[in-house]
């Protein structure tokens, strides 16, 4: 139910007569957002001990707090201290502790910035920062260093330096917003973003990264669903992270995009004592797909600083994907990734099913434990790919053909290139063969 008697009462201690109108605006919603431990203590009725405030107010002058009325409504009182709204939203004293492995840009997204607002990371795409801010200030956020410092909102001009770059770079293909969340900029400069990007030819698909249907579902106006519908194909990612997070709220404004013609995905991060659990991550998923939204990442906590009190082994994200191939519906199962430091990109990890290998023959365990083997063709004539695709036997229309060269392992396989091997830039070895050369 939305404006449930939670709700009712936080909304009775910001203004004397609660409205469910004011409650389902979003504008009210972030004009009365918890930004202060006294405006928490006052809405909510929890009460801190003088000497855990001094490390809370310390902690907040370092990253801010911002709550939503309705992401604090979520959180359960009479056990706030386990409650996974409250753990990702409100944090503590643990984000004060910098570990020496921990950096301010574990992602080396600003060495992979050509111009302001923009990671060219991969060969194809690039995320567009266009946006410091966020209605709720997520505990485990990986961009602390951008992300609610100041409350930024980009200028016309300086997006306009990132729109160039895309102009300018033929091969980005698709084009990923993210932020803070784009969703924060008011409906008009998203129509203009969104409309100076599709214009670009090269451009075949945005995508919006936005935690709105999280912690701010009433920013799903109908206003904005029809602004979106103008620039399509427009794929939209959200970041559930629990199953307390899908409420009445949440499923109406997943149900307004899903109608909306949106494809939807969620990506979810992995966090200690939140979510670190086959159970409800499973538990999750489920409500994720029921809402037409398919899980597609599951992040392993990055090395962000101050996030160590969030993180698992790699060995706990490996276990709950353990859990579900074959245990639950294919789609309803993220791909596992740890973000690579230093600026890899994203790496996907599974657990091993192939158990052993021969010339005709591979032997593989399913998710029950049960070992099996593949037959394969004993004889598979191989098309030697010399990239001649106009006198090849399938058929490619040459228009559509992908015309990057290959990189990395790609390179290594392709019967196109002579690569044998990857060498580190500073192997000693043929740094010797130089010398004595
Ligand atoms: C995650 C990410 C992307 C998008 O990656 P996909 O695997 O295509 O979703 C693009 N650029 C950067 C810098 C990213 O971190």
């Known amino acids: ?40 203590e006052r809405l909510t009725g929890i ?48 984000e004060l502790i910098v570990q020496d492995y921990e950096q301010k840009d574990p992602l080396s997204e600003e060495q992979d910035s050509p111009v302001e607002g923009i990671t060219h990371r991969y060969p194809d795409r690039v995320l567009f920062h266009v946006s410091n801010i966020c209605s709720m200030y997520c505990r485990h956020c990986t961009r602390k260093r951008k992300v609610g410092d100041i409350d930024f909102v980009p200028s016309k001009e300086q997006l306009s330096k990132g729109i160039e770059y895309i102009k300018k770079t033929p091969q980005v293909r698709d084009v990923l917003l993210s932020g803070g969340d784009p969703l924060m900029l008011p409906d008009s400069k998203i129509d203009w973003l969104l409309s100076e990007i599709s214009k670009i030819p090269h451009v075949e698909i945005i995508r919006i990264g936005t935690r709105m249907p999280v912690v701010l579902p009433y920013r799903m ?44 995905g969620n990506q979810s991060v992995l966090l200690r004592d939140i979510n670190d659990c086959p159970r409800i991550m499973k538990s999750l998923l489920h409500k994720l797909i029921q ?48 973000d690579a430091p230093g600026g890899g990109g994203k790496i996907p990890i599974m657990p091993n099913y192939i158990i052993s290998w021969s010339t005709n023959k591979v032997v593989l365990r399913n998710y029950e434990g049960i070992i099996t083997t593949y037959k394969e063709p004993d004889s598979y004539e191989q098309i030697l790919c ?3 695709c106009e006198n090849c036997d399938l058929e490619l229309n040459l228009d559509d053909a992908d015309e990057s060269e290959a990189i990395g ?8 290139d002579d690569t044998i091997s990857l060498v580190p830039e500073d192997n000693e070895r043929l740094q010797r063969r130089d010398e004595n050369a």
């Open 47 to 94: 009460k801190f001990e003088e000497k855990e405030k001094d490390g809370l107010v310390k902690t907040f002058k370092k990253f801010p707090l911002s709550i939503t009325p309705y992401y604090l409504s979520l959180i359960n009182k009479s056990n706030y201290q386990n409650d996974p709204v409250f753990k990702q939203a409100f944090g503590g004293i643990g």
């Open 409 to 416: 392992i790609e390179k290594l396989l392709s019967d196109a």
């Open 1 to 40: 139910m939305i404006f449930n008697n939670v709700q009712k009462q936080i909304a009775r201690r910001i203004e004397e007569k609660p409205k469910l109108s004011n409650w389902k605006d979003w504008r009210w919603q972030l004009k009365h957002s918890i930004k202060s431990l006294d405006k928490f």
């Open 386 to 388: 010399d990239r001649d």
């Open 291 to 338: 809402n037409r939204v398919r899980p597609y990442y599951l992040y392993q906590c990055d090395l962000s600083e101050g996030l160590s009190h969030f993180r698992t082994p790699i060995g706990k994200g490996i276990e709950i994907i353990e859990s579900l191939v074959g245990h639950t519906t294919g789609f309803a199962r993220p791909t596992y990734v740890i």
């Open 221 to 264: 106006t109908d206003d904005l669903i029809s602004i979106l519908k103008k620039h399509q194909p427009l794929w939209i990612n959200t970041h559930f992270n629990h199953p307390n997070e899908i409420t009445a709220s949440s499923k109406e404004a997943l149900a307004k995009l899903a109608d909306g013609g949106f494809p939807l």
